[in-house]
């Protein structure tokens, strides 16, 4: 298991259950910011969305999270709703992400939009149609926000290639670059 777990899960969900969804999308989106930032030293800076906005303009209000390596930006749109995104959630992301590409030509720009539940079909087909690679990494309508934190840094561990240690210094995940 990745260090993003929380030994307290269960306080945590007692906790969520009395949140309205909006502080619940805040409480989400803060610990996905507190994982991306343990793993600061593999990135070059990590924004999130007022910085995104500020740095790229208001119109790519699309983005919760942006993380930039030498080689690689990397969009995250988070979402921890009870239904399937929309098309339109989607395209709106898209379009940000694209902007963002522009701005960076020599960069890989890859879209992670994370979510509950998987995105529409619709949805689905427009994140792998896109000129940006884009992946939708979900919890398959589990409320459980560690688990799909942990999937997003197995995500990071793949791209990046960081590669975990037993204490015998035996490697217990190696995983290649998929974006060579």
């Given at each position: 298991?990745?260090?993003?777990?929380?030994k307290?899960?269960h306080?945590d969900?007692e906790?969520?259950?009395?949140?309205?969804?909006?502080?619940?999308?805040?409480?989400?989106?803060?610990?996905?910011?507190?994982?991306?930032?343990?793993?600061?030293?593999?990135?070059?800076?990590?924004?999130?969305?007022?910085?995104?906005?500020?740095?790229?303009?208001?119109?790519?209000?699309?983005i919760?999270h942006?993380?930039?390596?030498g080689?690689?930006?990397?969009?995250?749109?988070?979402?921890l709703?009870?239904?399937?995104?929309?098309?339109?959630?989607?395209?709106?992301?898209?379009?940000?992400?694209?902007?963002i590409a522009k701005?960076?030509?020599?960069k890989k720009?890859?879209?992670?939009?994370?979510s509950?539940?998987p995105v529409?079909g619709?949805?689905?087909?427009?994140?792998s149609?896109?000129?940006?690679?884009?992946?939708?990494?979900?919890?398959?309508?589990?409320?459980?926000?560690?688990?799909?934190?942990?999937?997003?840094?197995?995500?990071?561990?793949?791209?990046?290639?960081?590669?975990?240690y037993?204490?015998d210094?035996?490697?217990i995940?190696?995983?290649?670059?998929?974006?060579?």
């Amino acid at each position: 298991m990745l260090a993003v777990c929380n030994k307290d899960r269960h306080f945590d969900d007692e906790v969520e259950k009395t949140l309205t969804p909006q502080a619940i999308g805040r409480l989400f989106d803060d610990k996905v910011n507190k994982a991306l930032n343990s793993y600061l030293r593999y990135f070059d800076f990590i924004l999130i969305e007022k910085e995104v906005k500020s740095k790229y303009g208001v119109h790519n209000s699309g983005i919760d999270h942006l993380v930039s390596t030498g080689k690689y930006i990397l969009c995250i749109q988070c979402k921890l709703e009870n239904t399937h995104s929309p098309i339109g959630k989607v395209n709106h992301f898209l379009m940000c992400i694209n902007n963002i590409a522009k701005k960076h030509p020599e960069k890989k720009c890859i879209g992670i939009y994370l979510s509950k539940l998987p995105v529409s079909g619709p949805s689905e087909k427009a994140l792998s149609t896109n000129d940006i690679d884009s992946i939708n990494i979900h919890n398959n309508g589990s409320d459980d926000m560690n688990s799909l934190i942990e999937k997003l840094l197995v995500f990071f561990h793949y791209v990046f290639r960081i590669y975990s240690y037993e204490y015998d210094e035996s490697i217990i995940m190696r995983y290649s670059d998929l974006w060579n």
